[in-house]
């Protein structure tokens, strides 16, 4: 699937990832390829994107919106540090 991570101020990752752990408002999940669509908030927490290939790679954000559509996942971070 497809995944972007964007903030207010950059565009921090743009690629195909396998698996990516995002820090919901009830709890972690997970998004997969071929997920179904859906809008979730973000609280403060740790997002993990696994890569095609297997690299992982490490965020940490402030809060923000997901969006899972067409094997699309589009995070909104309103701060991120890696």
Do not use: C, R, W
Request: glycine residues 10%.
């Amino acid at each position: 699937m497809k995944a972007e991570i964007l903030t207010p101020d950059a565009h921090v990752f743009e690629g195909e990832a396998d698996v990516i752990t995002l820090p919901g408002a009830t709890g972690s999940f997970q998004v997969l390829d071929n997920h179904a669509p859906m809008i979730a908030i973000l609280q403060k927490g740790d997002i993990v994107v696994k890569a095609k290939g297997g690299q992982e790679q490490h965020y940490h954000t402030t809060g923000g919106v997901v969006e899972v559509a067409d094997n699309k996942v589009a995070v909104l971070a309103e701060g991120i540090a890696k």
